[in-house]
């Protein structure tokens, strides 16, 4: 049901039934009247039960009659027909035993279960409901479902509530739904109905793992509200904040139940719902910023080849919006024009800004000028054909002769004089994956003896990430060359299992590789080569379902553009943190170390990544080693 534009903030509100409904009609007429979009309801009487004979109460050759070809007596049935289908979430039965160690009863279980379902395909229900997974062994459960779910086109949730009675400040509860779904492969066709419980965890982290999950619908018993000064139904602060953060992470469904007798002085059969929406209206407002990146929230975007491909002016046009990125490059610019040219000085510095675009940071130059009031000429470099009629456009319009074109390759040209300052933007995701290394490597010979790069340097950072979502939507192609090719995406339904660390860094002017011996450019590309090893010690049993990769660049001295979560650099959206995906989960203990291994490789032709996971016990034991992925960068490279 809240399947709807992911540009709506505003969360479905449903009414679960506490007492089964004979009257149907009725009963969705009042919730409807009292401001619920749709109901939760059982699907069949307590008399279906019937069926697992355990009374004796059928004769053998009847119940073998039901379990060859099971129908309803529709006097077993709450919901008889399809009146109300398209607002209605069926409960499937509570006493079905999938997993009971008495076969009869497991294979009656079985064939009711699938009897319930295929009931609420023939009337079109908006989803069922299992009510909750057993104690215990639940790998009967896991195959069953995960085999009824094979034909269904709308949602089939599992109940679990958020926190188990014994293990409050633990994760009994998610854990039992982590093996649940480990045995159905992360079904993307099984989804959490989470049931919202009096006492929530301590650990923000165990709250937030649920957001690495796919939970569709929250349950929020009348019994967890307490009473304000005034005698109305509220919730607690605690769970208002993780409400609010799964409307706006998750935009779940809502389930309220009323209960059957009052249990809040002044509450009335629409408080419950009213509170609910009071929460979600109280959402903070969405920018604009927020709202244009709405639709891209865990959507998988292939990195730029910025050196095979030439960008089109549409990416130009969303990358030019970004203020902050190129109010730091201005700031960047004008502190080095101050501490190179002194005041009054009529000293021309000249700039090269190589990979030029459509001419966003040679404006950045000209107002950083102005702004210190030094004397600059721009060289501006580009290599691709449609950009450089932008920037003929723009010197004619506006630059005039303060700004020098030029039509090509910065790996190749040869410049009549050298600069002083040298400005690039060709960062990536993770920094140097769209090959600012190498660019700037047949640049530097641009830069006079003493000069200036921005950027000076930038690093890659890497983190496990759990991310039910990523890796379904990576499993979507069932194709295993997805699974060895990162991926930029905006993070939403994702959960960092610890704080990124380093992984290595690119310095301008690059001092490796001897590049001045051999006449200002390279030799080979070896220099540019990478390797490194981080370990995280993880606090809570979890799953890692891939890596985030993010960058920090200081562009000159403390200015500096981040999107690393620590250090992000404020309402900066050019770049969205970059996802390497594992071909498999990974099951990780409370205690464990998790490693990363990261390799950036190269030959004559091209750039490519490789990686691997390992996991070691409390302790040191090896309990978990990937294979490493893209191995020759025969999944995904990035060309020269």
Known sequence: MSDFLELSRTCSIGLLAIDPQDDMDSFNLQAEET?????????????????????????????????DRPVFDRNDLFITSAAWSHRTIGLLASWIQLDSTNSEIRLCSELALKQEVDWACHISLSGVIFPSLPNGC??????????????????????????????????????????????????????????LTLELPDDEQLLDMWLAEPVKTLIVPAEIFVENAKGYPVLPKSHQLFIQK?????????????????????????????????LNQKLPPSTELEQSMAGYHDYLQAPLQPLMDNLENQTYEVFEKDPIKYQQYEQAVYRALLDRVEHGSDYVT???????????????????????????????LEKNSNAFVTLQTVKAEKWGDKVTLVFADMR????????????????????????????????????????????????????????????????????????????????????????????????????????????????????NKRYSKVEFTIDNDTVMHGIAGYFESVLYKDVIISIRPETHSPNMFSWFPIYFPIRSPVQ?????????????????????????????????????????????????????
């Not at 109901?39 to 073998?64: A, C, Q």
């Open 412 to 527: 190749k040209w040869n410049p009549p004089t050298k600069c002083d300052i040298l400005v690039s933007e060709l960062l990536g995701s993770f920094g140097d994956n769209e090959l600012s290394p190498e660019c700037l490597d047949g640049a530097q010979k641009f830069i006079k003896v003493g000069g200036i790069s921005i950027p000076a340097s930038y690093t890659a950072y890497a983190a496990p990430l759990a991310s039910t979502r990523l890796f379904n939507n990576v499993g979507t192609y069932k194709d295993f060359e997805r699974f060895e090719t990162p991926y930029v995406v905006l993070f939403q339904q994702v959960c960092e299992l610890a704080p990124s660390k380093a992984l290595w860094d690119f310095e301008h002017p690059n001092q490796t590789g001897n590049i001045a011996l051999h006449g200002g450019n390279p030799l080979n590309n070896l220099h």
């Open 138 to 195: 639940l790998s009967n459960t896991a195959r069953t479902i995960n085999s009824i779910v094979k034909t269904m086109t709308y949602p089939f949730l599992v109940r679990v509530p958020l926190t188990d009675r014994q293990d409050i400040q633990g994760n009994l509860s998610w854990k039992k739904w982590n093996r649940f779904r480990t045995l159905t492969e992360s079904n993307p066709k099984i989804s959490v109905a989470l049931e």
């Open 350 to 380: 000249t700039i090269m800004v190589v990979g030029a675009g459509r001419g966003p940071l040679v404006n950045c130059c000209l107002r950083a000028s102005e702004k210190s009031e030094r004397n600059v000429h721009i060289y501006a």
């Open 588 to 640: 990780i203990p409370r205690g464990s170390t998790v490693t990363l291994e990261f390799w950036r490789l190269t030959d004559t032709i091209k750039v490519w990544y490789e990686w691997t996971v390992s996991v070691a016990g409390v302790n040191g034991e090896e309990m978990t080693v990937l294979p490493i992925h893209n191995v020759d960068g025969r999944s995904y490279y990035v060309g020269l």
């Open 35 to 67: 401001g619920y979009q749709f109901v939760v309801t059982p699907i069949s009487k307590p008399s279906f039960k019937k069926v697992l004979n355990e009374e004796k109460s059928i004769n053998e050759i009847d119940h073998d009659n039901w379990k």
């Open 246 to 278: 799964l409307m706006e992470k998750m935009k779940p469904d809502i389930v309220v139940t009323y209960p059957n007798q009052k249990i809040h002085e002044l509450a009335t059969p629409t408080s419950y719902s009213q509170y609910i929406r009071y």
